[in-house]
């Protein structure tokens, strides 16, 4: 069984410029999770996502982020015009059921975005 | 969620019993605790989860107070690929929220 896949693994973009991340959850998951980890820090939840659904995102920046998770293909994390204080790693999780409070998130592992 | 407190750091020798602390003081009723790990520049690995009683699976156990303001995570006996940060997790079901809210955990240090 392929775990949760997130790629690139590495991303460096200059400032102003576009980053793309993208996670494949594992198979029969339809539940995806993102997660910002910045140096020396502990994860942050930053959104919550069904297939053509957000749930929540109540931890995603309200400027230049975005996420989607189509109905086909990967969840994909946006970040427009980068600044410096975005590098940071970017992990994705999956579940298969919300049951909220119990259910088990795979996480993949991760993006490491630094921004010249 | 409820706050849960952990040291910053712990240490063990290889091969020998590993007991995690954590503290949940403010524990609801409902809140379930889970411990996830996180290897050196890898992504959290789910480890165990438990609501009142004590439970047990390939990779630790988790041990419960009786009155759930604390728990305990043991590893049987520590690897050098245990080496980690540690992070225990309350979660509410009724809050509704599927967010893992991440505290600054316990970095495991095991020396051969």
């Known amino acids: 069984n392929a775990g949760v896949m997130q790629n690139p693994r590495h991303l460096v973009r200059r400032r102003g410029q576009e980053a793309r991340l993208r996670c494949s959850p594992m198979k029969g998951h339809s539940h995806v999770y993102w997660y910002r980890q910045l140096p020396e820090e502990g994860l942050k939840f930053m959104v919550y996502?069904?297939?053509?659904?957000?749930?929540?995102e109540s931890g995603m920046p309200k400027e230049r982020f975005s996420a989607e998770f189509p109905k086909e293909g990967p969840s994909i994390l946006r970040i427009q015009q980068v600044v410096r204080g975005d590098s940071a790693a970017y992990f994705c999780?999956?579940?298969?059921?919300?049951?909220?409070?119990?259910?088990?998130?795979?996480f993949g592992p991760g993006t490491r975005l630094l921004v010249l | 969620d409820a706050k849960t407190t952990q040291p910053n750091s712990m240490e063990s020798n290889e091969e020998e019993p590993v007991h995690l602390p954590c503290n949940h003081s403010t524990i609801s009723g409902t809140d379930y605790i889970h411990w996830y790990r996180q290897l050196p520049s890898q992504g959290p690995e789910y480890v165990i989860h438990g609501l009142t009683s004590n439970v047990n699976n390939r990779m630790a156990s988790l041990a419960i107070a009786e009155d759930r303001k604390s728990s305990t995570l043991i590893l049987h006996r520590a690897t050098l690929r245990d080496a980690a940060v540690y992070y225990c997790?309350?979660?509410?079901?009724?809050?509704?929220?599927?967010?893992?809210?991440f505290g600054k955990g316990t970095k495991l240090s095991v020396i051969p």
């Open positions: 997790i309350l979660r509410d079901p009724g809050a509704g929220s599927y967010q893992l809210t």
């Open positions: 999780a999956s579940s298969a059921f919300p049951l909220a409070g119990q259910e088990t998130q795979y």
């Open positions: 996502l069904q297939k053509e659904n957000i749930i929540d």
